[in-house]
């Protein structure tokens, strides 16, 4: 039985229907008995559920909800929230994990709120064993009254755990809810706590005291042994701590006693420190940066603060020493920071303490854009708590990496451009581990004596102390090398050099047809942004990993560089599709080849695909190109200009004619892609002589 409560958005519509927003505002312009809003506001109105699903039936828009939108629409339009409906969902899929018998006796029960009086005990009856006691855990057992308005998505998340799994069903509510609400969460992505997790190593125990959704401890059960961990977690935001529950608990096998060990806590880990008695092998941690009400006053005689107080401003450097204080000895901690902690004069002193003890092993800089906020090129600290007294020897070294060469800002999302990155730093990190010292890798890693850093200013920061080489790291030889392929593309450039211009004896003037009306025809299959949703994602265990052609791509000329990690099927490109950005402005337009065919059409691509009986490729793109062509297409009715694709036009011509027209603008992209690839290459190499002679490796002979 669907539920009359749960209410639906336009977008929420249109996600349903397969349509953009504008098919939803025409459609309510056009249909008197189009459901009427039954809340929201005037600009954003919502609308029930089950009369809008009925409509769209009636009116052959719509055969069937698929089961996955019907259950997301009714958690996101839950009169309680979308939070409190992602916990007792999570709640009953955690039931339905580790007790699926009894929930099947339970779902046998047709009335609403003979059901939640029934299924609350049930949960009370999971919850504990799994979290502890009701005073001892963030998610609480939800009663009765709060569970009946919850029963039709508990039952379409139960029904959606039959076909997918409880694990992947929560994972996909998880990352859907992550994705709507962007700007209400600070998310880990998967590489880089893939990357800390792999650093810190294997742990029977771990613990993650700014846990957010969970995503550093998910990297740890998927990073060596998975057997009997004991996972902490503690966050300010009660949600978020019973959300990691959640999460971890569905990760393990199904049955009681399966899978790890939860301890979730709610409360400011600094001020109060619910997991005071941890102690675990690994501490990984995305601490909140910059705060000032930390608790200096407060905690000023703190016995954490084994190498100093942290000042008012370095919030950093007390999760830094709570890190190492929740640490058995040996253990070891990496955590995210942001670069002036490296620098900053005011905690000098604590850097110069946990250098001379041993305790900081390690600073890696990350390039800008693999971790949020995007514009900034965070670092990972890596920490060890001493076994001991320092033993007689050498003196201890740092290592440094600097991985910001490795990757440019929009790229390093892109799987190659990661995995480069994370390679890098695991060879230097393993190397140094086992040797407590590493050959100078340059422009990447070194290892830099102790003894050297411990000045005024003791400044940890990578880049300071690993000067790029020239030309990424060839020297003269990879300058000549780039000299060498510039030289080659500049005269492929020239002969591909479009011959001169004819004019034509009189203006041609076609009949034309828009996209609009070939696509209703069947000449072409076109596929708008609205019902595309393959893009980067950051919330929820990935299903599938494939690279994903975004619309930077398109405007720039490059491979395939997003990775598609949700739960829906990817759209796969096919040799031969035209694919439009939408949103800018410009006029562009992009056929796939060979060696982007099969990557995932990205957010703010429209794709067409032509009946190769009807249409040639290549003339659609070059037409869709026209500057006159998009400025008709477009509208201006906010910040960014959008292309309403189907507006689009083409001039009616028999298929003969059009191969002539698309051997043009195909010889046109090959002359475009040659140019840019010599740009590309002219910059590398100006700025590769600019490096070599300002650091001495190259002579200005």
């Known amino acids: 039985m669907q539920d009359k409560a749960t209410e639906v958005t336009a977008a929420g519509i249109a996600r349903l229907a397969g349509v953009g927003r504008a098919a939803v505002s025409n459609w309510r312009r056009r249909h008197a008995d189009f459901p009427r809003p039954v809340g929201g506001t005037d600009t954003s109105p919502s609308f029930a559920l089950t009369e809008v699903e009925e409509w769209l039936r009636a009116q052959g828009k719509l055969a069937e909800v698929p089961l996955r939108e019907r259950v997301w629409q009714q958690l996101a339009g839950h009169p309680a929230g979308p939070v409190t409906a992602l916990l007792h969902a999570g709640s009953v899929l955690l039931l339905v994990h580790d007790r699926p018998t009894e929930w099947l006796a339970l779902s046998a029960t047709t009335d609403d709120r003979g059901l939640a009086e029934r299924l609350s005990a049930a949960l009370e009856g999971v919850l504990t064993p799994r979290f502890g006691a009701p005073a001892e855990r963030a998610l609480a057992t939800p009663g009765p009254t709060a569970l009946e308005p919850s029963v039709p998505l508990l039952r379409g998340a139960a029904e959606l755990a039959a076909d997918i799994g409880a694990r992947r069903a929560f994972g996909f509510l998880l990352g859907r809810h992550l994705d709507a609400n962007p700007r209400q969460y600070t998310l880990t992505p998967p590489g880089p706590a893939a990357l800390m997790a792999a650093l810190a190593g294997p742990a029977a125990t771990a613990l993650d005291p700014a846990c957010g959704t969970g995503a550093l401890l998910h990297a740890v059960r998927t990073h060596g042994t998975r057997d009997r961990q004991r996972l902490y977690g503690q966050d300010t935001a009660p949600e978020l701590a019973a959300l990691t529950a959640l999460r971890l608990a569905l990760d393990g096998p199904s049955g009681e006693g399966e899978g790890p060990t939860v301890r979730t806590a709610a409360a400011d880990t600094l001020l109060a420190d619910a997991l005071s008695d ?295 490109l096919r040799a031969g599709d035209a694919v439009v950005p939408v949103v800018g402005g410009g006029a562009t337009a992009r056929v796939v080849d060979g060696a982007t065919e099969g990557a995932a059409l990205g957010r703010g691509l429209a794709l067409l695909r032509p009946d190769p009986a009807a249409l040639d490729p290549w003339f659609v793109a070059g037409f869709l190109r026209s500057t006159a062509n998009n400025r008709q297409a477009s509208s201006y009715a906010s910040t960014a200009t959008r292309l309403d694709v189907r507006r689009l036009q083409l001039p009616r011509l028999p298929l003969p004619e059009q191969a002539g027209y698309g051997e043009r603008f195909k010889a046109l992209a090959a002359f475009e892609d040659a140019l840019r690839l010599a740009s590309r290459l002219g910059g590398q190499l100006v700025q590769g002589l600019h490096d070599g002679l300002t650091d001495g490796t190259l002579a200005p002979e």
């Open 278 to 572: 941890v102690a675990a092998d690994v501490v990984l941690a995305h601490p909140p940066f910059n705060e000032r009400g930390w608790g200096h006053d407060e905690l000023a005689y703190d016995p954490r603060w084994e190498y100093g107080l942290p000042a008012r401003t370095e919030s950093e450097l007390a999760w830094v020493q709570h890190a190492l204080a929740r640490l058995k000895d040996g253990g070891t901690a990496v955590l995210l920071m942001p670069p002036t902690v490296a620098s900053r004069r005011s905690g000098r002193r604590i850097r110069a303490d946990l250098l001379r003890r041993g305790a900081l092993r390690a600073v890696i800089a990350l390039p800008a854009g693999a971790v949020p906020p995007n514009n900034i090129p965070l670092h990972l600290w890596v920490l060890r708590r001493p076994a001991g007294p320092a033993a007689p020897g050498p003196a201890p070294e740092l290592l440094l990496v600097d991985t910001t060469s490795l990757a440019a800002p929009g790229d390093v999302r892109e799987k190659q451009a990661w995995a480069a990155v994370q390679d890098a730093v695991l060879d230097a990190w393993h190397t140094f581990d086992r040797a407590g010292a590493l050959k100078e890798r340059p422009g990447v890693a070194r290892s830099v004596p102790v003894i050297e850093l411990l000045d005024d200013e003791v400044d940890l920061a990578p880049a300071r102390r690993l000067p790029p080489p020239a030309a990424g790291g060839g020297g003269a030889a990879e300058l000549t090398a780039v000299r060498e392929d510039l030289a080659g593309t500049l005269r492929l450039t020239t002969k591909l050099t479009p011959k001169s211009a004819v004019p034509a004896a009189e203006p041609a003037r076609w009949p034309l047809t828009t996209i609009g009306e070939l696509a209703r025809a069947g000449a072409l299959f076109l596929r708008t942004p609205a019902a595309s949703g393959a893009d980067s994602r950051t919330g929820g265990p990935a299903r599938t990993a494939v690279p994903v052609l975004t619309d930077h791509d398109v405007l720039a000329g490059t491979a395939p560089s997003g990775t598609f990690t949700g739960d829906d099927e990817p759209f796969l």
